[in-house]
């Protein structure tokens, strides 16, 4: 967590100290709780102010969800300082049905949405990838778990990827540097509460 | 978490669904896990967007820490667009040592830091309240839980509160809306990386 925080244990890696902070993390934000996503725009902020190019795909299609996300990141962007912000929207998304999540999108759309991202992860086109919600695509079969998995797991040069969304696959996880689960213990909707502007999107 | 999701009871409250949909919150991120204040100043950009006035109260000390949302922030707030933001650097904090988290800075700072952030409150100075790492000098006895809880239950008008730290105190996780852990599942710091720009500052 912190700067100066000492590590548990030195791996005989063969890696200076230097090289082994600097090694580029494969981080999965999961769990039934809220936080995921805003974590992971929370990253997106201090990239930006690295200077990184930044890249987020947006796996969700609601057309309110990530409004606020989407127009600060794009105001930074033209600001003249930090780094860029490429917003990709992937075509294919979720909505709640009974409380339930359920597919709402075009597994066809999922899979060029992914491609492209392949395609920049080959390019080494950003510092930082968001991809939002991708778990779902995951879980549904429109991605394939071990293709994915094979090709975050062997992407080149340093290279940071965050992905987000609940029920991360286990082969995902087992390839994860760093696995936050986001655990609900209280939530407004327990108490009839409905979703509001400004707090969820 | 959204905007189509249904409630799992409908409260015998006397509010309307819309009054009861915008009653302000009051938020907790804690446990051990990484994505408490990044996932609070994911919440800022939302807020920001709606052209509310945001207050950040920082209770962390380093230099270093939280450089990149303060910028961010910063630039937003400039923009032009969307609300005003206002950083406060309570002048208390904490480091690592050995380890573990270990006060440093200054009770009485602290508890100046929390006067102000009584008065904002009193005023209705803004929309979005950023407690950031506020749990620590209250575990440490820098600021009276019992107060402090008090204060935030009984805010007046439409202000919502988050408040990030680790070991959130029982009162406040009982007066809280909204409450997530970030429980860590998987850390870099486990296989000897430390810490690194542009992922934890």
């Known amino acids: 967590m912190a700067p100066q925080g000492q590590p548990a244990s030195v791996p005989d890696d063969g890696l200076t100290t230097r090289e082994r902070r600097d090694r580029p993390l494969l981080i999965v934000h999961t769990g039934d709780g809220k936080g995921k996503s805003t974590a992971a725009f929370g990253l997106a902020l201090r990239a930006w102010s690295q200077g990184w190019p ?3 795909f947006q796996f969700v299609k609601s057309a309110k969800w990530r409004i606020g996300e989407e127009r600060a990141l794009g105001v930074l962007a033209d600001s003249g300082e930090g780094g860029h912000v ?3 929207k992937m075509g294919s998304g979720w909505s709640w049905v ?3 999540v359920d597919p709402d999108g075009d597994p066809a759309a999922a899979a060029e949405g992914w491609a492209q991202i392949r395609r920049d992860l080959a390019a080494e086109t950003y510092r930082l990838y968001v991809l939002d919600e991708m778990t779902y695509p995951l879980r549904w079969g429109w991605l394939d778990v ?3 998995v094979d090709t975050l ?4 040069g340093r290279q940071h990827v965050v992905v987000t969304g609940r ?3 286990q082969e995902l996880l087992d390839a994860a540097d760093l696995v936050t689960e986001m655990t609900k213990i209280r939530h407004p909707m327990d108490a009839g509460q409905k979703g509001q502007r400004g707090i969820e999107w």
């Open 54 to 56: 930044v890249g987020v």
């Open 86 to 88: 490429d917003w990709h």
């Open 98 to 100: 009974q409380g339930r």
């Open 146 to 148: 071990a293709e994915v």
């Open 153 to 156: 797991r062997t992407r080149p």
């Open 167 to 169: 029920a991360a696959p």
